[in-house]
């Protein structure tokens, strides 16, 4: 088949051949790892390979051997300096203020079981990692919503005013609060 073109065409025709021209040099399904410019690596992405940054935790960063997304428990990851999955940020919320408040901490440092406490009702962390719910006269403290709180006061004590910051401050012989009238 011979194509034709009016005279006014040539630089159409022209264009065209630069841009058919543009063309990929390597045949992405057979990329290898090896194949890809440095700074990168081959992940599959719809059946088919592409070179992909070493810098996305979406292809498990600089790790040669994997492609599949960082998965960092309760914890949005990042890359870190050495090209492995890190925690970027731990589980948030919005508070009444607006503000971003963690609900998830990385209290032991360790990246591999992510953000593994929860502020919200861990009583050895409440609130913050290292926040130990120790309250007077109190045999069973809870955490409730990043606070301590009262589960249960110890014998003979009762919480009348229910503060948990004081604990059970009333001493009882197995009575009631008196009367707050």
Same mark, same amino acid.
């Given at each position: 088949?011979?194509?034709? @073109?009016?005279?006014?065409?040539?630089?159409?025709? @022209?264009?065209?051949?630069?841009?058919?021209a543009c063309e990929s040099i390597i045949d992405a399904s057979s990329l290898q790892s090896n194949s890809c410019p440095g700074g990168s690596k081959a992940c599959p992405t719809n059946g088919n390979m592409h070179c992909v940054g070493l810098t996305d935790p979406n292809t498990h960063c600089g790790d040669p051997t994997q492609c599949l997304a960082c998965d960092i428990p309760n914890a949005t990851p990042i890359c870190d300096?050495?090209?492995a999955c890190a925690i970027g940020t731990c589980s948030t919320v919005t508070n009444a203020m607006g503000a971003a408040a963690e609900i998830f901490a990385d209290c032991d440092g360790n990246p591999s079981n992510g953000c593994e406490v929860d502020l919200l009702h861990d009583t050895s962390n409440c609130g913050s990692c290292g926040n130990i719910c120790t309250l007077p006269h109190v045999s069973e403290p809870g955490c409730?919503?990043?606070?301590?709180?009262? @589960?249960?006061?110890a014998p003979g004590f009762l919480n009348c005013d229910g503060n948990a910051r004081n604990g059970c401050e009333f001493p009882s012989d197995g009575g009631a609060c008196p009367d707050a009238g």
């Open positions: 088949m011979r194509w034709s @073109l009016p005279i006014g065409s040539a630089a159409l025709a @022209l264009a065209f051949g630069a841009v058919a300096h050495s090209g409730n919503g990043g606070a301590c709180d009262i @589960l249960e006061c």
